[in-house]
């Protein structure tokens, strides 16, 4: 059974020197820009240029991380990004947005292409799409059990999972909080993680962290993660200094190897009140919730002198085999041999000994000098003639000369090869149509909302489990998968159903739902949380079959209409919008689901709802505070085909009235929000 690779994290020169020295396989980087962790000291392109050099000759793999949401404004950047990752050398890109991936494609035809757990693919079907998209690996959600991420290794696509670092309460690239309450967007890199501040859900005044999880650590379950055909395992921590990454490549090698790691340095190195392995186990709740307090902040000091040790020095990994040749009025020579890499570096012209002459002994003596290298002494051979003396200093000088023409060789023969594209450039139209109609689409959650709805709108977005089998007009009924999925067959089958029974239309929020709604033969329609923001990206869902998709709501208003060039574009104008998808409900968690106050309140006041599935609770949906309203705005909404309302706890009266306001486009009360359709994100 074959390791996996061990990834390790770097934000700095210095964590990539842990990594290597620690015995990482490779590691991942961020640039300057496009980096889920904009606030990480990322590289420049001299940096990323000397850590790949650096990594490369210690055979150790280096993935950047281009894993952000772009603009159409930002393609030829990301694009030239790209590019310059390639020529620099690096082993492949992490990417999250659908049309970033589309663009490197195009350019880099034999780039690897991993899906970033920002992509949400959690289920077997969303890692089969992506297999068909290009992409080489994926990086499943953290969410998963063991055995659902042995589901996804199954399906034959590499798997890189994370085993150790912060665990995020919102499933990635499903949180929008940070962007709604002050424009800095997690999908963009730049999370205020506004969930490690106090809420609390209980409902009294008392300071609570209800949306803090503990760190992640699934090291002690390494063996386990190696059976189940895990090919990557990926250590979190691009913003964390480089004693942690020492700390946390050392405790995964040591269980690889079958030792026992030193959780209690990891602990004391960074963590939150502990670690969780809550999801992988299949164990939430209350055990896996925690917040830094100051005896978490204060630990770290005794642990980081000994952790920089591990790191301070080089420690070689590979056998120099070396061969000298000492010949009467020749300079002298030496070859050297590391794995299939050969050179041969000349010197000083040999002496006559004075006293006594060189011989095997003192050349092996003077060459497996290695110390500070990549290198230990392999074999020495010496091919000397009789009576001929080189000087230490000679000697030393041929050695230093080989080991530098080695490290060329060996740099040139890890940097891979790459077929680079001169344009990625795609045409999706000029002329600009207004749509000749615009549709309305109510958005509900419960089945006694549904008469009520189809009398406000033209179509109705429901749960497919709430999905009546007769008696409706199924040609105006959406059917939307949940958008986490637990059980994947049970979601299939009920979408099999529901088409045996008239159902048209599949409402998609991940590309799980939209393998599934092809292969079954719906129209399809994408929602917000396949984020997309730009041309190419619309481009990509229209080419896996989407006829129209909801615009992400982190956009511009003037931006939107770009999109309506190449496929139809719902737009959400009402309703609140939901900041994070969490599969840890911070309610039940907090006084269960019998005392459940529907909202948790953070230390301004401001109370947010948690809304579930009551049926199954596989996942809850944190609320923005305030309802977005754009109704009285229609006339500087231009391109949607679709006005979607959001309706979630509303009676059927609510539905009416609200709907009414929207169609009339009345004045908005107290309350309301305009969402990031004006001023946007960062």
């Known amino acids: 059974m074959k390791d996996p690779e061990l990834l390790a994290p770097a934000g700095s020169m210095e964590s990539i ?18 980096s889920a962790r904009a606030n990480a000291v990322n590289f420049t392109d001299e940096q990323i ?46 990417v999250q947005d659908w049309g970033g991936a589309r663009v490197i494609r195009r350019l880099l035809p034999d780039m690897p292409i991993h899906a970033s757990t920002q992509m949400t693919i959690h289920t077997p079907e969303g890692a089969r799409m992506a297999a068909e998209l290009g992409f080489s690996r994926v990086v499943p959600a953290r969410e998963l059990s063991l055995e659902q991420i042995k589901a996804i290794c199954d399906t034959g696509i590499e798997t890189e999972v994370f085993v150790h670092g912060a665990l995020c309460m919102c499933v990635s690239g499903q949180c929008y909080m940070s962007a709604m309450i002050g424009s800095r967007s997690a999908n963009r890199g730049q999370c205020a993680q506004a969930c490690r501040l106090p809420f609390n859900a209980v409902g009294d005044f008392s300071e609570r962290h209800d949306l803090s999880l503990k760190d992640m650590s699934h090291i002690l379950r390494i063996d386990e993660l190696r059976k189940a055909g895990v090919a990557s395992l990926k250590i979190e921590g691009r913003m964390k200094r480089a004693e942690y990454t020492a700390a946390a ?92 890499n050969y050179v041969t570096v000349y010197g000083d012209v040999p002496q006559q000994a004075v006293n006594r002459p060189a011989d095997l002994e003192y050349a092996s003596k003077q060459l497996s000098k290695l110390g500070g290298t990549v290198y230990y002494a392999g074999e020495i051979t010496a091919d000397i003639g009789d ?9 030393n000088a041929l050695r230093r000369a080989a080991v530098g023409e080695m490290n060329v060789k060996l740099i040139e023969s890890e940097k891979p090869k790459y077929t680079v594209n001169d344009d990625y450039y795609e045409e999706f139209g000029s002329v600009y149509v207004e749509p000749k109609k615009i549709y309305t689409r109510a958005h509900i959650r419960r089945k006694n909302q549904l008469e009520a709805a189809l009398r406000a709108a033209d179509y109705v977005i429901m749960p497919a489990d709430e999905c009546p089998i007769e008696g409706y007009d199924t040609g105006r009924i959406y059917a939307a998968p949940p958008r986490y999925i637990t059980d994947e067959q049970a979601v299939y089958s009920r979408l ?31 929602g917000f949380g396949l984020n997309v923001l730009n041309s190419y990206s619309a481009a990509a869902m229209k080419d896996m079959g989407l006829s129209d998709i909801t615009a992400s709501f982190e956009m511009k208003l003037h931006d939107i ?68 309203y754009m109704a009285d705005r229609k006339n500087e909404i231009h391109g949607v085909t679709f006005y979607d309302m959001l309706f979630y706890n509303e009676s059927a009266n609510g539905i009416l009235s609200f709907a009414e306001k929207i169609r009339k486009g009345e004045k908005p009360e107290k309350g ?6 004006y001023r946007g994100i960062i």
């Open 672 to 677: 309301i929000t305009r969402g990031l359709y």
């Open 49 to 94: 240029a000397e850590a790949v050099e650096y990594c490369h000759l210690r055979g150790v793999k280096v993935h950047r991380a281009m894993n952000t949401v772009i603009f159409d404004s930002e393609i030829d950047s990301f694009a030239k990004a790209a590019v310059r990752s390639a020529e620099l050398g690096i082993d492949a890109l992490i």
């Open 17 to 34: 020197y842990a990594a290597c020295a620690c015995g990482a396989d490779a590691v991942y980087i961020g640039g300057e820009s496009f």
């Open 561 to 628: 209409s770009a999109l309506a060039d190449i496929v139809g574009i719902a737009m959400i104008i009402s309703g609140k919008l939901p900041l994070m998808l969490v599969r840890n409900c911070p309610i039940k968690q907090a006084v269960g689901c019998g005392k459940c106050g529907g909202s948790i309140t953070d230390r301004t006041g401001r109370q947010f709802d948690v809304v579930c599935d009551r049926k199954k609770r596989e996942y809850s949906e944190i609320l923005n505070c305030d309802t977005l």
């Open 249 to 340: 490549v050392t405790a995964c090698r040591q269980a690889l190897g079958g030792e026992k790691p030193d959780m209690e340095r990891l602990k004391a190195v960074f963590s939150r009140s502990g670690f969780t392995d809550g999801y992988i186990s299949g164990k939430t709740g209350a055990d896996m919730f925690g917040y830094r307090r100051k005896d978490d902040v204060t630990a770290a000091a005794d642990v980081l002198p000994e952790l920089k040790e591990l790191y301070r020095t080089e420690k070689p990994r590979c056998p120099l085999d070396m061969h000298l040749e000492m010949s009467e009025g020749e300079p002298s020579a030496l070859t050297a041999k590391c794995g299939r």
């Open 496 to 526: 099999k159903e529901l088409k045996a029974a008239g159902y048209t239309h599949l409402f998609c929020n991940n590309i799980a739902h939209i393998r599934m709604g092809r292969e079954l033969g719906f129209t399809m329609h994408g």
């Open 387 to 395: 009576g001929l003396m080189l000087p230490a200093s000679s000697m």
